[in-house]
């Protein structure tokens, strides 16, 4: 089936640098990446839509100059966390739609701002 | 109103009890629909879609009611192993697609 890659699954760093996370589609051209937040004890929120060749489009209240996402290719998105704050902490998790095999997701990336 | 609704939870039940979940969602154009289980701090993986007709995969069965707008999932004889929270998810077809999750429902298996 489809698979998902998805680095850092861990990053720490600290306050006012930026964090880039990969994600890539193994072994299928994925033309929609989607970028998703969960905070704990919370379900998943769609952050930003990433179509290859175009901009991300962003929902309401994602500010795009702080979360910039690149897709320049079929098989690979990156979400960059700029200037990261301590409210930026969270599990960040991508996924991507193949024709066959539908919606599958990255392993994840848990973000820690100190 | 979410745009999707789920049980809240969380469910207690004993090992080799049946459960059920549902899930509710709002604008009639979703268009596919699945179950996806999410275990602690890890990734959401795909339990099964759900489609009209109903399916089923082993001991979980799926059940989509487009006149009454909900999906419910059926866990029998329930193991331990089945504890996770488990996240009802809509998509969208429309210009573009739009995928939303259910805020999940918490299910603990005790011995």
């Known amino acids: 089936g489809a698979v998902v890659s998805q680095h850092p699954s861990r990053v720490i760093c600290k306050s006012g640098t930026s964090v880039k996370i990969e994600c890539r589609s193994l072994?299928?051209?994925?033309?929609?990446m989607f970028w998703y937040r969960q905070f704990p004890k919370q379900s998943l929120m769609l952050m930003a839509t990433?179509?290859?060749?175009?901009?991300?489009?962003?929902e309401q209240g994602v500010e795009k100059d702080k979360f910039l996402i690149n897709h320049a290719s079929l098989t690979l998105s990156t979400l960059t966390v700029t200037s990261a704050h301590p409210e930026d902490s969270s599990f960040y998790i991508c996924?991507?739609?193949?024709?066959?095999?539908?919606?599958?997701f990255g392993s994840g990336t848990r973000l820690t701002v100190v | 109103r979410k745009e999707v609704e789920q049980d809240p939870g969380p469910f207690n039940v004993p090992e080799g009890a049946t459960v059920a979940f549902n899930c509710t969602y709002s604008?009639?154009?979703?268009?596919?629909f699945f179950w996806y289980r999410q275990d602690c701090r890890k990734e959401p993986k795909l339990l099964m879609s759900?489609?009209?007709s109903g399916n089923e995969d082993g001991r979980f069965t799926a059940q989509l009611n487009r006149a009454s707008q909900y999906i419910s999932l059926l866990i029998r004889d329930s193991k331990l192993s089945d504890s996770a929270t488990y996240l009802c998810?809509?998509?969208?077809?429309?210009?573009?697609?739009?995928?939303?999750f259910g805020s999940g429902t918490r299910l603990s298996i005790r011995p």
């Open positions: 604008n009639s154009a979703s268009q596919s």
């Open positions: 996924s991507a739609q193949d024709k066959d095999y539908g919606y599958t």
């Open positions: 759900v489609y009209s």
């Open positions: 998810v809509v998509i969208q077809y429309s210009s573009a697609s739009k995928i939303i």
């Open positions: 990433s179509n290859e060749g175009s901009k991300a489009t962003y």
């Open positions: 072994d299928f051209q994925a033309t929609t």
